[in-house]
């Protein structure tokens, strides 16, 4: 009896041997973080995805690939098929790249999904804090950790939520996007009274503002007089002529490394 079972376990093992493995067998891209596979990625894109994409992958006729977790949730291996076969129902039709060409577009989309977590930009992170609770102002309006003010969208995720070109767009021009729940607004009472702050919530019936100091107010549209938004962020637009070149670059990097779970994030996902 002792041999069989000896025997069963051989076999066993031998079997198990043979066994693929599916994780292992799939295939890899091999451009991932190679510089020049970005580049080039990049002309393929703008010659072949661009158009209905937009340049940078900010969208137009396609679906934008640069905002959202719409590429930053899927790996290489499904983005490099949703391009190889296309999308079918869609306008989005099968590539006739070869296959290297395609894992190269893979690798310039991937690079501008990455968060700002996982790209890890270069700068003066430390510095860049001092900048946010000191000299920037930024701490006025956004909170951290529990630190700043409550006016603007709070920061303690912002490096997985946003990639750093969607960083450096809502330093530079805070107007392009506006974030949900944060347009500035006045209302006038029919007493005659004004109140500043954000509109959190806005119907045909209510709005709720929330002001410098965060208080909310709820107010019922029949009690008021007048409402005005705001075209404009709350936001300073003048950051570019407020900070060096130098100071910029760390902001970002203190943003980018905001991020509520602090694993190694890896910039390209598994395949």
Same mark, same amino acid.
């Given at each position: 009896?002792?041999?069989?079972?000896?025997l069963l376990i051989g076999t066993a093992l031998f079997l198990r041997?043979? !066994? $693929?493995? @599916?994780?292992k067998d799939k295939p890899k891209n091999?451009?991932?973080?190679?510089?020049?596979?970005v580049e080039a990625g990049r002309k393929l894109f703008l010659e072949s995805?661009?158009?209905?994409?937009?340049?940078?992958g900010e969208g137009g006729r396609g679906p934008n690939l640069a905002r959202g977790e719409q590429v930053r949730s899927k790996t290489d291996l499904e983005v490099f098929e949703v391009v190889?076969?296309? !999308? $079918?129902? @869609?306008?989005m039709p099968p590539s006739r790249m070869p296959e290297d060409d395609v894992w190269r577009v893979v690798s310039f989309v991937r690079s501008f999904s990455?968060?700002?977590?996982?790209?890890?930009?270069?700068?003066?992170?430390?510095?860049?804090?001092?900048?946010?609770?000191?000299k920037a102002g930024c701490s006025g309006c956004h909170a951290i950790q529990g630190q700043g003010g409550m006016l603007g969208p709070d920061l303690s995720n912002i490096g997985r939520l946003?990639?750093?070109?969607?960083?450096q767009e809502a330093i530079l021009e805070p107007s392009v996007s506006i974030a949900e729940g944060y347009r500035g607004a006045t209302v006038v009472t029919l007493k005659g009274q004004k109140i500043t702050g954000v509109a959190r919530n806005n119907t045909n019936y209510s709005i709720q503002l929330q002001d410098a100091q965060g208080?909310?107010?709820?107010?019922q549209k029949k009690d008021l007089r007048e409402v005005i938004f705001r075209k404009s962020s709350l936001m300073p637009s003048d950051y570019k002529a407020r900070l060096s070149r130098t100071e910029f670059q760390d902001l970002l990097s203190f943003l980018g490394r905001q991020a509520l779970r602090k694993e190694v994030a890896s910039s390209t996902k598994e395949n």
């Open positions: 009896m002792r041999l069989i079972g000896l041997a043979d !066994v $693929p493995d @599916s994780k091999p451009f991932a973080g190679k510089p020049e596979a995805c661009s158009g209905c994409h937009g340049p940078n190889r076969q296309g !999308v $079918p129902g @869609s306008d990455a968060s700002a977590y996982e790209s890890r930009a270069p700068g003066d992170a430390e510095a860049g804090r001092k900048l946010f609770f000191g946003q990639s750093y070109s969607q960083l208080n909310p107010h709820l107010l």
